[in-house]
């Protein structure tokens, strides 16, 4: 109804105006892209990046930016030096559309993006950026611009650090953001043997991405403004899909992580190597307490901290009103609601109180079983002997008993 009537709006209108003026009526030209928009110009720009990335040349990445622009030139080199750094394969940029002029004499388009860190993604990363041309040849002056995804490694100068089986790549280079490189580069080995202890096949490799900021980290997720401003780190897909066989890397806010205590830190990090291992990302069917719960069941496994630190927010909020009725999703999960601290403290003690049933193998293939697609009622009669409710009060009642 709605269009309908705004159709006979619009008829409307422009009858009248046919009415009551002499002058013929000519429809305006559609909008057009923004007038310095060169496709075919920025098309060679980004081929031009693409054979710089892939040959290492980054002489030949000045020839991708404005001629005369220095300031282009010396991010496109360093984006080369980072392709190198990370030993990235499989890079190419295709152009896709005009998406708006902006400041000055420069205008975006999106670009299909691939790429892959060769001995740690098996797969590529395959995303939409946005690229800023300038110039009469149309050459690339920034990329991630806005919206649309914005790589860490392709949005400037980067410091990467690496192992056989970690690889770390933080946004900026200097003395400090070496110091941190190495940090999270000890805290990505130390998390590799956690994870072992209760999933002895996996063995990395892990990669560990930190942009600037969360400002940053929202961008080069795509996510909105503030999404992860309480979030010290969140394990998802470079491309920002979670499509089954893409990489899996950790991404880190240094907001929030580098507030952390060191056991804190590491205790966060074993957690978000958990899911790399697990697949977390891909697994659509998974309750949400599940997969958060095992995490800290792995991470915390061999932590040597009373119950009273380690699930200090759920007993507070037990204490005050009561057990949850049931087990938390994800509106519990929700950091912007102050309250997901409790929510992944009780997901813990739920997944402690099912290994404390049967074993920690049981609840190791209870996670694998709902991963792969059966109900989890259905694994939990099988081999817990309960129903979905029965697990709910045997939690309800361990809270209880804490909170006590």
């Keep these: 109804m709605v269009g309908l009537s705004l159709f006979l709006l ?32 920025a098309s060679r720009s980004l081929r031009l990046l693409q054979q710089a990335v892939a040959s290492g040349d980054a002489a030949l990445a000045d020839e991708a930016a404005p001629e005369g622009d220095t ?18 394969r499989d890079f190419s940029l295709r152009f896709l559309d005009v998406t708006g002029a902006s400041e000055g004499d420069t205008w975006t388009a999106a670009v299909d993006a ?13 995303a939409e950026v946005v690229v800023r041309f300038a110039g009469e040849d149309a050459g690339i002056v920034g990329v991630g611009d806005r919206t649309g995804v914005a790589p860490v490694w392709l949005a400037g100068a980067a410091t990467v650090r690496r192992t056989p089986d970690v690889l770390v790549v933080v946004a900026g280079t200097g003395t400090a953001q070496d110091a941190a490189a190495r940090g999270y580069l000890a805290r990505g080995r130390e998390a590799l043997p956690v994870v072992g202890r209760v999933l002895p096949a996996w063995r990395g490799p892990l990669v560990i ?41 950790v991404f880190l806010n240094p907001d929030e992580f580098d507030r952390l205590r060191p056991l804190g830190a590491q ?43 380690a699930a200090a927010q759920v ?11 049931a087990l938390p999703g994800a509106v519990e999960f929700d950091a912007s609601t102050g309250h997901a601290g409790a929510a992944y403290e009780s997901a813990w003690i ?8 049967r074993g920690e193998d049981a609840l190791v293939a209870l996670y694998a079983a709902v991963r792969d697609g059966r109900p989890l009622a259905e694994v939990l009669r099988a081999s817990f ?3 979905e409710a029965a697990l709910v009060r045997a939690w309800r009642a361990r809270l209880s008993d804490l909170a006590a």
């Design 10 to 41: 619009v008829g409307v209108g422009l009858l009248t105006w046919s009415v009551l003026d002499d002058d013929p009526y000519v429809a305006p030209r559609p909008a057009a892209g923004p007038a310095l928009a060169q496709p075919a110009e």
């Design 350 to 357: 739920a997944c402690r109180v099912l290994a404390e049933r």
């Design 315 to 325: 007993i507070e909020q037990v204490r005050a009103d009561g057990p949850p009725r």
């Design 114 to 126: 691939t790429w892959r860190f060769a001995g740690f993604d098996e797969t590529s990363a395959r």
């Design 267 to 309: 205790v966060v990090m074993s957690h978000e190597a958990t899911h790399v291992a697990t697949d977390a990302t891909s697994s659509r069917q998974m309750p949400q307490w599940l997969v958060e719960g095992f995490a800290d069941y792995v991470s915390l496994r061999d932590v040597r901290l009373p119950d009273s630190r």
């Design 71 to 88: 300031a282009a030139a010396g991010l496109l080199e360093d984006l080369v030096g980072n392709a190198r750094a990370l030993r990235v």
């Design 209 to 249: 991405e930190v942009p600037a900021g969360a400002a940053e980290l929202d961008r080069a997720l795509d996510a909105d403004a503030g999404a992860y401003a309480g979030v010290a780190a969140v394990t998802a897909s470079p491309d920002a899909t979670s499509a089954p066989g893409v990489p899996v890397h």
């Design 385 to 387: 002997g309960w129903s």
